[in-house]
């Protein structure tokens, strides 16, 4: 049985049909990513999973589960997270503060630590930083809290949306060798990107979504093969 | 540079400046005046100050009740006014019942902290289901909706307690311990008034190190910057503005009672002056940010307690007491015209309203 899994999702903005019957499996620790243009659905797909947007019809398991009956919060102590496109950290509130609250729902403070202890050896940065108030971090800086904070919640699976946005290319590297340390951690992870190239590299299998359907599904390898994948997505 | 500074400022800028010139300086001539003319003395001068701060830091409890939900809901809560009212209104039957039976001679302390206990539960409940009922259902209405209902609340409040207990001006009960004076370093202060400054500020740090050290304050204020982000995180969204709610609640309704002792009475009609003018202080504080709101009421206290005096009866204003909220909403349109952000708020331009 699949870790996530999303079966014939639809989703709607008031009028607007954003996903269409998209069906997506990930399994107990891989990495697969969901890739496609701007407006694609991408975004809206993790939403419909962390529960921010219901779907209209459809369903979301995790382990078997329907997670429809879950407010966004209550999801979170299921074991999923996200880290939404721009990382939306608390920009008024310090590094630290950032990472207390995504303890939110931990009620064990003593791991609590030990999450903090191993966020900062992975990011030593915030740790330098952790008294600053969070909206003065540059970037990349606010893309590593935006994961730190997320990692608090101890997930089962890490959902993230275009972590490389933005960034420069040194940066970028930085986020996907990131995943790989956490995925090896054992991790399961879900990764929206626009950079298809670094995205695929990364992951075992892949998902191609275009106008809210999925139209290609393969193994990551396949798919950076696929000539109208390439001559799509990476530019070629 | 001069072509720059042109375009930039309207002919409205300008007859702005002007009018504010134009108060600064009869502020400014009319304090002269005054102390020239000798018309006070400093132990007046200090009593002003005292009732000044006692007054306003009623003021700056109840502001923190209209900041904090603007932080979260970015809506004003005009009914927060009925929320302080309806405690000690509500603390007034307590009071009756223990001074009829001699409770409050007997044991004043004990009486006095039930009186606060009652009022600060109902004032708390009444915010409690006044979000839950009357603002939850809009929360993703057009701004001025609830904005609108709040108004509305306000008025259901005011006339369910005049319908209950009438429209007369009931009078809180003496209690004997906080009657009198203290001598401190020679000067004659009420007593009530240093009871009324040292309960608020204490109210004032145990609420303010709650939202800075908790993980529930630090929850508020992040569901105050981004609630989609703050669900992401396990943050009950829901949970955290009722809790605001509550928060303000108390905060209000402690407000009452001090109010209540201070002046001896209540009405159904007496949370619309004190709740427009914490209103005042929140903006003057800058909407949004706590420790403004507690800054914002004090100050405003101050003003209109010393102004009045010290502005106006130089000028030769009779009576000038009698213009104090004058005084003080002609701060309000200052503020909103010249420092819309309040004295510590951040810029417009960093909100996401
Ligand atoms: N809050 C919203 N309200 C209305 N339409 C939206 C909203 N968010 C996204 N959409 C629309 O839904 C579609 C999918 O958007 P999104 O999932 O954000 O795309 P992606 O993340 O792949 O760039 C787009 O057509 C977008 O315009
Ligand atoms: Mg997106």
Known sequence: MAMLELKNVHAHYGKIHALKNVSIKVNKGEIVTLIGGNGAGKSTTLKTISGTLKPSSGQVFLNGEDLAKYPAHEIVKKGIVQVPEGRRIFGQLTVMENLDLGAFTSKDKKKDAQTIEKIFELFPRLAERCRQVAGTLSGGEQQMLAMGRALMTNPKILLLDEPSMGLAPVLVDNVFKTIKILHAEGTTILLVEQNARMALKTASRGYVIQTGKVIFEDDAKKLLENEMVKKAYMGD | ?353
């Open chain 2, 1 to 353: 540079m001069f072509q720059k500074w042109k375009d930039r400022v309207t002919v409205t800028d300008i007859v702005m400046w002007m009018i504010g010139g134009t108060m600064l300086l009869l502020c400014l001539w009319g304090s002269v005046s005054t102390i020239r003319a000798g018309l006070y003395t400093s132990s007046h001068w200090i009593d002003f100050c005292i009732f000044g701060l006692a007054q306003g830091s009623i003021y700056a409890l109840i502001a923190t009740g209209y900041t904090m939900v603007y932080g979260v809901l970015k809506m004003i809560n005009f009914a927060h006014g009925e929320v302080f009212m309806s405690g000690p209104f509500t603390g007034y039957f307590v009071a009756m019942a223990f001074w009829r039976s001699d409770f409050l001679d007997t044991h004043p302390v004990l009486g006095i902290i039930v009186i606060f206990g009652v009022a600060m539960f109902v004032s708390t409940m009444i915010a409690y289901f006044l979000e839950k009922i009357a603002y939850r259902p809009l929360r993703s209405a057009p701004r001025l909706i609830p904005l609108i209902t709040a108004i509305g609340a306000s008025f259901f409040l005011q006339y369910l307690f005049r319908g209950l207990y009438g429209s007369g001006i009931n009078a809180y009960p003496d209690i004997e311990i906080l009657e009198g004076f203290w001598m401190i370093f020679g000067i004659r202060v009420l007593k009530i008034q240093v009871i009324v400054i040292i309960a608020a500020v204490l109210l004032m740090l145990v609420l303010y190190n709650f939202i800075m050290l908790t993980k529930v304050g630090k929850a508020i204020r992040a569901v105050s910057e981004d609630k989609e982000a703050a669900a992401l995180m396990g943050i009950n969204v829901d949970a955290m503005i009722s809790t605001t709610f509550v928060i303000g609640g108390m905060a209000a309704g402690a407000a009452g009672v001090l109010y209540a002792l201070m002046f001896k009475q209540v009405h159904f009609f007496m949370g619309f002056i004190p709740g427009i003018k914490a209103f005042t202080a929140a903006v003057l504080g800058g909407i949004g940010n706590i420790p403004g709101a507690m800054l914002g009421g004090v100050f405003l206290g101050l003003i209109e307690s010393v102004a009045p005096a010290l502005f106006l009866d130089g000028l030769g204003i009779i009576a000038p007491y009698q213009l104090k909220d004058a005084i003080a909403f002609s701060m309000l349109v200052m503020v909103l015209i010249f420092r819309p952000t309040g004295i510590l708020g951040e810029r417009l331009s960093a909100k996401k309203a």
